[in-house]
């Protein structure tokens, strides 16, 4: 038993992520942005929508999410730390919680720091990571609201994750990431080949994630810092860079 994963585009550069359970018929939805481009998917697939699986608040995560609960009469998952800025929940998350899709049994990990209440979705047996705006490919999210040391340790936690995990994050920022990342570590070989692979993808208009934790602990440079005042320092670096 598992699930088959498919990118949904939304607004400018976010993916939301459609778990599909082809044996029940049913499907999951990370971080809906916008409602449309889920119902035009679950007419496609002829599946029912059983689930929103939410990461953090930010409007460009949770826009749809409404939406498609009055359409289908899903649930709306999210973080219990963020209830009060959320859609009301159905199931309120903790850190260290099971949940189960298609057979496979996901694990919440709280990993605050792009903003405090912030959650990452693991599900081992399909080696699955949803992240949201925690890690990026070649990238991190922006500190709005936690501490570096905060971001440190989430990082770390993620990093711990089997070499072989699908990473998938909340938007398609690897180019440009990517080129930041060749300023902190110009000599590193496997981001080189990573941004080579990264300029074919985009050129063809093809996603650049799922990304693998392996190839992220190799050419990310958030991932690769010593020390939370290290990161703080890329992470500033990357805040003002314009590339
Ligand atoms: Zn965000
Ligand atoms: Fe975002």
Not at 18 to 36: N, R, S, T
Not at 60 to 65: E, F, T, Y
Not at 131 to 143: E, K, N, P
Request: net charge negative.
């Amino acid at each position: 038993m598992s699930f088959e994963v498919i990118a949904l585009p939304m607004l400018q550069d976010n993916y939301s992520w459609a778990l599909i359970d082809h044996a029940q018929g049913k499907m999951a939805i990370v971080d809906p942005a916008e409602a449309a481009p889920v119902s035009q998917l679950i007419v496609q697939l002829g599946v029912t929508l059983a689930v929103v699986l939410l990461t953090h608040h930010h409007a460009d995560h949770i826009g749809g999410a409404e939406d498609l609960r009055r359409q289908y009469h899903c649930e709306i998952w999210g973080a219990a730390a963020d209830q009060y800025r959320l859609p009301s929940l159905d199931r309120a998350l903790h850190d260290g919680d099971a949940i189960a899709f298609a057979g496979v049994t996901g694990k919440v990990l709280a990993v605050p720091g792009h903003t405090v209440g912030h959650l990452a979705f693991y599900f081992a047996a399909a080696q699955a990571l949803f992240c949201g705006d925690t890690l990026f490919s070649l990238g991190c999210g922006r500190l709005f609201e936690g501490t570096p040391e905060q971001m440190f340790a989430s990082l770390a936690r993620l990093a711990a994750l089997p070499p072989a995990t699908r990473v998938f994050c909340g938007h398609e920022y690897t180019a440009s990431n990517g080129r930041f990342a060749l300023t902190v570590e110009p000599g590193n070989a496997d981001l080189a080949a990573r941004m080579a692979e990264v300029t074919h993808l985009r050129a063809a208009g093809l996603p650049t994630v799922p990304s693998t934790m392996g190839r992220e602990l190799a050419a990310n440079p958030f991932l690769r810092t010593a020390s939370p005042k290290e990161l703080a320092e890329i992470r500033k670096m990357k805040d003002n860079f314009r590339g």
